[in-house]
Structure formats: structure tokens, C-alpha cells
């Protein structure tokens, strides 16, 4: 009689469809959206001949963006029964509803120089209204894949409710070379795997990369003396110290605190490794745990408040919860096999681990007090998972089997819907995925 | 003067190269943490490096997420000890690897429970520990590369680097 309560209930929780349109457009996100809400975005009209390569080139990845979330389905526009030929004029409607388009975008592109403007609308096709006000923003023509992702952040949020994540950066190790003799650097691209420029060569071993709150630093393991230490690189100019840490043999997994002034890290001493807070300004640092096991991955509450880390104190490698200061932990995982790499969410509510079990490696996601876990994936080897800014989608590493074994980053949704491989060339590992840019 | 704007245009010259192009550095090798090659000849003469890195062996292996040593690891040990002891000239760095089974950081704190057991070892044999310091590559750098029990034996090991140089 309980489980079958409790059946009904996750039925009510998980399975709920796509919101049936009886009031304004609005997808609400849910862990049971399985129909993708169609769209239809004819190309963005040029408003001078420089604007023609443009205005294609940001509609073709408007429409990329907001496909690849799972949550969108492009309409080809070889269904249209109107082309949108300027952008403002009256939109015929009853047209994009014969081809079931929910909602429509459209948009406009100007080139002046170097500077590219472009300005969208977007439809609610049912209820014949637009949603949301024209927006238009200004940049240099060859930073046009930024401005895309602001239109589909703009597009994302007013048909979800919720903030986007196209317009972010993610930092990552970019490999190369075979397993015994790999090479690592740390890199950025965009969210999508475009514009990869790298921020280290490939001189020392370099693991591990964390984005600050604002995306301006980098906090990284690297192994240029052939002893783990922290160091902090400034990504605009590229220059890095060394994080000065309290005194130990080793220091790595660091992560920033929300206002980016301090970090969390692990550091060894006689075998043993323990959890320190460190102020950036002061290089003062406190030692948070005293465990004679491996206590490490710490990650901060977006509150600041408590901080999740695993630990093998218990025997086997646990995810735990303490206080910011430290003091006594809780255990919150309880299934089988091992959790490790903990990641606290943006929005507070849930965590992301690695999970290893029986030979095989999944991420998950939990609630804080490690209830409602599921299990995302499942492969040879996924380990280190980063949330999107909006918390919606995790980036992680996947590695495959064997001799000839190489890593990429994979991203999925929350949901455990929309597996799929970020396009990059050559191998990469441990992303951490930054803020929205201003 | 001439020579400061030469070397004003030159620095400006690199400025743009790293804003233009996707990599801006050169590349170099990160390949290290294994001991490098020795050659052959002085395996046979009890003080040299080599004899310590193959006669006596450099390296001891652990079983999965275990930093106990072993009764044939000990014999290992016992051996290097000895050889610290009669080469007092020679520091040795002890690093700590793991296999690929397991998370990034924890095996980096595996490994390095596995070097400091070594470590603990060799003081209680009478090595001073200044002489000795310890690192961890957790599962950065394996010997072998095959994904099976036989490669993964392999890498969960704790080698020895010895060298003359000074530790700092």
C-alpha cells in the first residue's frame, strides 16, 4: 500500500508533461519533459549586405543552442509556409501554427565596421502575442557567437521562467599524447566547445581547474616542482602564482568561496590529507578537519554556509556535510559503492558526486541530506562534474577503456535526459563550467 | 632610446601574437615522475644508482585502494634502506601512484598514503627522514596502460627517486 503511494507520488513528481498551453507560452522545466517544445526561426533578416553571413550565422546558432537543451525542437524551415521577410512587420500567425511551431523568433542583423547589432522578437504563436519585449545588443562582428548566446539566453528564460547558460565559459584540461606519457594543459572554450584558447603549456602536469564565482581566476593543481601545489592564474593576462597555503608536503583540489576572497583545499602531511580555508589577501589558513583518512573535494554551500567533501574515514571513500568552520560532519550517501568529487549546485539543493560501483562509474545527484539520489550515467570511467550557472545541466569527464583510452567532456541534463559529447578536438578532462558573462 | 623603442615594439609584437593566436606558448613535455633512463653498466657495482633502481628494485606495488605494504615489498625496502644508509650522499623523493580505478583526488591521497608508508618504513630503518621527501601522481602516471588487473597491478606502486642533488 506504501509503495504503491509512493509509486503515485514520484508519478505526480517525475512524470509531469509538458504544461498543456491553456494560458501564455511557458515550458516548465521538469524532470518529465520528454516532447520537445517546437520552434521556428526563420533566418534573421540582414538590414545591410555586410550583415548577410552574420544574420545567418546567428540564427543557425540560436537555433543550435536551444536544440541541444533538449527542451526545444527547431522546426526546418523548409516546413514554412511563410518565410519571415522583415523583421517587425505583423506576423501571420495562423502560418506558423499549421506548422505547429509553439514559439517563433525572429530577428535582425546590422554591420557597421566591426560592430554587429542584432535584434530579436520573440512569439507566443497560440496565444498570438509576443512574449517579452525586442531586444538588441551591440558587439564586434567576431565575437557574433557571444552575442547568439545572449539571444538564446534571452529566448531560454522568457519561455522557461529560468536563466540560461549559452552565453558562459567553461575551464577544462585539455590532453593529448598516450596514457603513459599524457600531456595537460589547462584551456577555455565556450560552452559549446567553441574557441578554445589555452592558458598553460605543457611543461608541468596541471589537474583539476576551478572557475571563480566571476570567471576571472582560475584555481588549479599543478605539478611544476613535482609536488602538488595550488596556483592561481588570472585569465585575461594569463599570469599565475602559487596559493600560499599552510605548511604541508601537498597541496591540491582547491575550490573559491562564493565572493571569490577565499579557498577551500586539501593538504597532506605524513600521509595524511585534510581540509584547510585559506584567505587569498592574508595567505592565512584554517585547518577544517582532523581525520587521520583522506578528507578532500570540498565544495562550499552557494551560501557559504556549509561546506561537502568526501572523506574515507568510514572505511570506504563517503560524501559528507560540516559546517564552513568545520566541526562535526554528517555522512549523506548511503547506497552502495563509493562517492567522491562532490559539487554543491547553484541553486543549493542538490548535490553532484562520482559514483564507482561494482566496476563502474556514474554521476549522480542527490539532495543535500542524501535523499532522492539517481544515477545520471553510466560508463567505464565518469568522474568530476560541473554545474551549468542556471543548475540545470552537469559537464563531466568521461574516459574510455584500454590501451588506447582517451578522455573527453560529456554533458547531461539534471533530468539524466540529453547525454552528449561536447564537440572538441583532441582529449579533455575535469571541466568547470563559469558564470554567465555580463 | 633607439634601443628601448626596439624593445617596446618587439614586447608589443608578442602582445598581439597572444591575443591573435588560440595557443601562446610553446610546446614542451610534461612527461616526468618515473625515474629517468639509466644505462646498464652500473648495475653490477653496489654503489651506484643503478643497482638500486635494479638490483635492489626502486619500486614496491600495493593491492587495490591498500597503502599496506606487502612481505615481498618489505623485503624491497629493507634492501633500499640498507643502500641510503651505505650512500649517504644520495635524497631520495618517494612518489605515490594509483591505478585508474578511482576518483582524481582520491587517488592523488592514496597514493600519497602509499609513499609515506614507504617512508615510515625506511625510518624505522634508519634513514633519516630528512633525506627522504614524498609526492603523489594519484593515477596521473601509469607504467601500463591497459585497462585490466594486470596493468592496474602494475601502477598502484610507490618508486623510489634517488638522486644527489639537493632536496629544496
Redesign the interface.
Known sequence: MLTRLLILLCAVIFAGPINAQTGPLRLTITDGVIEPLPFAAPVFQAENSAAQTAAADLTRLVAQDLSNTGLFREIPPSAFISQHASFGQTVAYADWRAVNAQALITGAASVSGDQLSVKFRVYDVFSGAELGQGLQFTGTVSGWRRMAHKVSDAVYSRITGETGYFDSRVVFVWES?????????LAIMDYDGA????L?????????PRFSPTGDRVLYTS?ES???RINVLDVAS?GRRQLQTAPG??A??PRFSQDGQQVIY?L?N??N?DIYRGDLNSGASTRLTQAPS?E??PSLSPNGSQIVF?S?RSG??QLYIMGANGGEARRISFGDGRY??PVWSPRGDLIAF?K?NK?RFHIGVMRTDGSEERLLTAS??D??PTWSPNGRVIMFTR?T???T?TSSLYSVDISGRNLRPVPLQGGAS?PSWGPLQP | MHMMTKMAVVGLVLLSAACTRPDRFTDGSNVGGAGGGLDQAGVNDPQSPQFFTQTIGDRVLFSSDSSSLTEQGKVVLAGQAKWLTDNADYLAIIEGHADEQGTREYNIGLGFRRANAVREFLVAQGVPETRMRVTSYGKERPTQICSEESCYAQNRRAVTVISIASLS
Open positions: 599524447g598516450p596514457k603513459d606519457k599524457r600531456l595537460k594543459r574557441n578554445v584558447q589555452f598553460t603549456d605543457s611543461a608541468a602536469l596541471v589537474l583539476a605539478f613535482g609536488f602538488p594569463v608536503e601537498m591540491f583540489s586539501s597532506s605524513g600521509g590529507t583522506i578532500t573535494a568526501e574515507d570506504t571513500q567522491g568529487s562520482t564507482q566496476g567505464f570511467l568522474e568530476g574516459e577503456q584500454g590501451a583510452g575535469d
